[in-house]
């Protein structure tokens, strides 16, 4: 199986800091990489898929970039509902799976 | 608007049996993938299974953790997809999302807000 490995686990921020959040996975996946956001209590939210794309009617401020390996969300501008718990999940291969997750937190 | 509504959850006692349900609406069932997924309390995510359209079989696919003992299903013509969970064990205990794959079906488009199986004595 593919493993997907997130850091930081943990990060806290202010309103309007710039975040960066990592995926890695253990093989190459090429660009079949997907972001998500879940905010307590709600089902996931898809943000960017292909690695870079975003999905339609998510704010400009989420990008993704990367290829084979190494993967980033970044937030340019941190915004109040923007803290949440951010997942990555691959889909190069079966079994899909998802990275541990990351949780954004008002510092 | 893509609409995903789950049903069927509750308390099961271990080796019971449960059969969740997903109404969807707002799009061309027939057409997707569809997949679950699910999130046992205070964890991540975990993908379940998935049931391709009728143009490649409806063929489908298992996590290892629940093959042989999960089985997903769809009626186009209710335009509903299925998990039957047999052999059910207290780490099966999560939250189940209905999900609509996305055009390439190599992503989770839209989600359903879930339904809870606790399996517990």
């Known amino acids: 199986d593919i493993q997907l490995t997130q850091s930081p686990s943990f990060l806290s921020a202010s309103v309007e800091d710039r975040v960066t959040i990592t995926c890695r996975a253990s093989?190459?996946?090429?660009?079949?990489l997907a972001w998500y956001q879940q905010k307590p209590g709600k089902a996931p939210k898809l943000l960017i898929y292909a690695a870079s794309t975003l999905q339609s009617g998510v704010p400009s401020g989420f990008s993704g970039s990367g290829s084979g390996t190494e993967f980033t969300l970044t937030i340019s501008s941190l915004q109040p509902e923007d803290f949440a718990t951010y997942y990555c999940q691959q889909f190069y291969s079966y079994p899909v799976t998802f990275g541990g997750g990351t949780k954004v937190e008002i510092k | 608007e893509v609409q995903l509504v789950e049903s069927g959850g509750g308390l099961v006692q271990p080796g019971g049996s449960l059969r969740l349900s997903c109404a969807a609406s707002g799009f061309t069932f027939n057409d997707h993938y569809m997949d679950w997924v699910r999130q046992a309390p205070g964890k991540g995510l975990e993908w379940v299974a998935r049931?391709?359209?009728?143009?490649?079989?409806?063929?489908?696919e298992y996590a290892a953790s629940v093959r042989g003992r999960f089985t997903i299903s769809r009626d186009d013509s209710e335009n509903s997809l299925y998990l039957q969970m047999n052999s059910l064990k207290s780490e099966d205990t999560a939250v189940y999302y209905c999900?609509?794959?996305?055009?390439?079906?190599?992503?989770?488009?839209?989600w359903g807000q879930g339904t809870l199986v606790t399996v517990s004595s």
């Open positions: 999900i609509r794959a996305g055009s390439g079906d190599r992503y989770f488009a839209n």
């Open positions: 093989q190459g996946i090429g660009s079949y």
């Open positions: 049931s391709r359209n009728k143009a490649n079989s409806y063929s489908t």
